[in-house]
């Protein structure tokens, strides 16, 4: 049974930053895509960030390009997402997702795709 647990969400200024943490138990994280999702009030989930554990490959939406950075640490089977110059519009709760034993293409990968998502952690940035 896999589970993914995130942390670090809170709130920051503009400008600021956050690093979020997504913690992977169970079988297959060495071979899977871990992505980061993100959703705003009344918007649909969108991917923000995807990386390819065996390649350490990521991938970014272009609102995050530049400001965002993803790592795995594979001693811990973490992902992480540092969020640097934070703006008001990042305001959401981010997933972290996996996508079993399968790899990545891109940022934009359906979340129908993953297989198994963390409960959700809340970021507001305040301008």
């Known amino acids: 049974q896999v589970q993914l647990v995130e942390s670090g969400g809170g709130s920051a200024q503009a400008g600021g930053s956050l690093t979020l943490s997504c913690v992977f138990s169970?079988?297959?994280?060495?071979?899977?895509?871990m992505g980061w999702f993100r959703q705003a009030p009344g918007k649909e989930r969108e991917g923000v960030a995807a990386?390819?554990?065996?390649?350490?490959?990521?991938y970014f939406t272009d609102s995050v390009k530049g400001r965002f950075a993803i790592s795995q640490d594979n001693a811990k089977t973490a992902v992480n997402l540092q969020m640097n110059s934070l703006q008001a519009e990042d305001t959401a709760t981010y997933y972290c997702?996996?996508?079993?034993?399968?790899?990545?293409?891109?940022?934009?990968?359906?979340?129908?795709?993953?297989?198994?998502w963390g409960q959700g952690t809340q970021v507001t940035v305040s301008s």
């Open positions: 990386i390819y554990i065996p390649s350490g490959n990521s």
């Open positions: 997702a996996a996508r079993l034993l399968r790899s990545c293409w891109n940022w934009d990968i359906p979340p129908v795709e993953f297989d198994n």
């Open positions: 169970g079988y297959g994280y060495s071979s899977s895509c």
